[in-house]
């Protein structure tokens, strides 16, 4: 049996299952040129992921195998790896945004395509009702997902067995038809990118350091001045660390109060399980047919962190620095996007995507629904989040906005949660209030009783 074994989200060698199987095997990553193609040359994404793949490059040639590297069209790839050599199948994790499935159905035509369980905790059908449908309420998914974890092999681990690479595979990068793919010479420059991050942090790093701080994971991880999180997102994301390792760790710590953090992993298996049964949902509404109203001023300003709403442009801000940006901020950011401007959620699912080093596709359009009250969560239209209020309960003393937002240092910190006195004070280099939240809220809340 010869398969190609396709990395993706699963960057790493302790516990893959890619790498539980046997028979001779290829190794490779795809530099997937429709991705890339849409990104700027300093994409952070590129960065992470090149620095992981010369990681797992590493592991794999410790374990006798060689990760071939490619770049670009996934369908070219493997018509060029058929050309050659005589394949039995391709292993890969699966994933459940429409292009990747689509862009699978493609290779599956080519090659006989195997998935293997590893981005998430559970299988897309393996948590249901009673009558065989899809739940779309979390806390019922929950308690049945934990019914389910308590008699799920979570303990099992796949570690890289000693698989021979498939032989003559020394030539199979060199490219004779120019145009369809890339052989990489191991250099970031060679996909036109920068490398903007110089390093990683290890994620059993991170893992050990958030045992220290799971005890108080529910009460502090919404404020903004402490580090009361995991920072696991993005390796959860690309793999460089496994949801089972992780579930491991947390249900195995005696004497911690781990559940919180166990529901939260659950809610993002419950956010791709919803993706998967309701592909719809990725761009349309779930419920209400309202879809904001187009105003590319008011877009343009909230995606450069200039709206006159300090805790908005802090969270914008520190996505266009970092990458990055806190939960609760998402949903403060997401909520003012999409009801005191009154955009469509797609164009801050979209602005987010063109910019979270730990974008997901399911959880982030799900995420966005929820703000904008149009998802599956039952929670009805007139939920909307006062950004002053919110400000002033997770970011008491400012130090958050403060630090994204400097125009702002030498402003008393109460003020900066005082909405009255952002509309009527001059700030030197920044805004008022692009609109009155009171007003807002209010003709947001009109509008969607209207379509409701």
Request: glycine content about 4%.
């Amino acid at each position: 049996m010869k398969r190609v074994l396709w990395f993706r989200r699963d960057l790493r060698v302790s516990d893959n299952p890619l790498l539980s199987l046997g028979g001779e095997v290829l190794p490779i990553f795809i530099f997937d040129a429709n991705i890339l193609e849409t990104l700027p040359k300093e994409d952070k994404r590129v960065s992470f992921i090149f620095l992981h793949v010369e990681l797992l490059k590493k592991e794999l040639a410790a374990h006798g195998l060689e990760l071939k590297l490619f770049y670009g069209k996934p369908e070219d790839v493997f018509e060029l790896l058929l050309r050659e050599h005589d394949f039995d199948e391709v292993v890969a994790s699966g994933d459940y945004d429409a292009y990747a499935k689509e862009r699978d159905l493609r290779i599956s035509r080519k090659l006989h395509f195997r998935y293997v369980q590893d981005t998430y905790i559970f299988k897309h059908n393996e948590v249901l009702k009673d009558d065989g449908s899809a739940y779309l309420v979390f806390t019922p998914f929950y308690k049945k997902a934990r019914v389910i974890l308590e008699n799920k092999n979570i303990q099992e681990r796949c570690f890289a067995h000693n698989i021979p690479i498939a032989e003559n595979y020394s030539g199979i990068t060199q490219v004779q038809k120019s145009g369809e793919v890339v052989a990489l010479d191991f250099a970031i420059e060679s996909l036109g990118f920068e490398q903007v991050l110089k390093s990683v942090e290890n994620p059993r790093a991170k893992l050990e350091n958030f045992k220290n701080k799971i005890n108080d994971y529910k009460e502090r991880r919404d404020y903004l001045n402490v580090d009361a999180n995991s920072n696991l997102s993005v390796d959860l994301r690309f793999g460089t660390i496994g949801v089972r390792e992780v579930l491991r760790f947390a249900t195995q710590l005696k004497g911690y109060d781990a559940e919180p953090f166990i529901r939260q992993l659950i809610f993002r298996d419950f956010y791709a399980y919803l993706l998967f049964h309701m592909p719809r949902i990725e761009h349309e509404n779930y419920k209400y047919s309202f879809n904001g109203i187009e105003d590319e001023e008011k877009y343009k300003a909230f995606c450069e962190g200039k709206t006159g709403v300090p805790i908005v442009d802090a969270g914008v801000r520190e996505l266009l620095q970092t990458g990055n940006m806190h939960n609760r901020v998402r949903m403060v950011v997401a909520s003012f996007f999409t009801k005191d401007l009154l955009l469509p959620w797609q164009w801050g699912e979209r602005f987010f995507a063109q910019r979270l080093l730990d974008y997901d596709k399911a959880s982030n359009v799900l995420s966005w629904q929820w703000s904008a009250g149009t998802g599956v969560d039952p929670q009805p239209y007139f939920r909307v989040f006062n950004p002053y209020l919110q400000s002033k309960k997770f970011d008491k003393d400012a130090d958050y906005i403060k630090r994204h937002v400097p125009e702002l240092a030498s402003v008393e910190s109460k003020r900066l949660h005082d909405e009255n006195y952002l509309l009527n004070t001059d700030i030197p280099n920044y805004p008022k209030p692009m609109v009155s939240h009171k007003e807002a809220a209010k003709k947001a809340i009109e509008i969607f009783k209207n379509f409701k």
